[in-house]
Nanobody, 127 residues
Framework: QVQLVESAGGLVQAGGSLRLSCAVSGRTFSSYAMGWFRQTPGKEREFVATISRSGALTYYGDSVRGRFTISRDTAKSSLYLQMKSLKPDDTAVYYC????????????????????WGKGTQVTVSS
């Protein structure tokens, strides 16, 4: 069984930066394409970013492209999300997720294709 644990989020002012991490245990980290999603009350979980198993390919949601960077460290079995120029609209619970059975250079944008999820971490951006 795979376990994903996000780091603590936090409260940050608009324009600020925050880095989230996700520790993955239980299976070989490099076996999974990884992604970040976010959700606010009453809304569906929204795609934020994804990274291929190889780490060579990434893809971002329109609302975060150019401000967020996803990365992974195989040696540490960890996924990261560097967030810059944060906006109040970025306020949400952020989730990391792992997708199994994916090709080495494939990114996964559809939340339905993810097999494992973390419990989420709250990020609040104040205006």
């Amino acid at each position: 069984q795979v376990q994903l644990v996000e780091s603590a989020g936090g409260l940050v002012q608009a324009g600020g930066s925050l880095r989230l991490s996700c520790a993955v245990s239980g299976r070989t980290f490099s076996s999974y394409a990884m992604g970040w999603f976010r959700q606010t009350p009453g809304k569906e979980r929204e795609f934020v970013a994804t990274i291929s198993r190889s780490g060579a390919l990434t893809y971002y949601g329109d609302s975060v492209r150019g401000r967020f960077t996803i990365s992974r460290d195989t040696a540490k079995s960890s996924l990261y999300l560097q967030m810059k120029s944060l906006k109040p609209d970025d306020t949400a619970v952020y989730y990391c997720a792992a997708a199994a059975g994916v090709g080495l250079h494939i990114t996964v944008r559809d939340k339905a294709e993810y097999d494992y999820w973390g419990k989420g971490t709250q990020v609040t951006v104040s205006s």
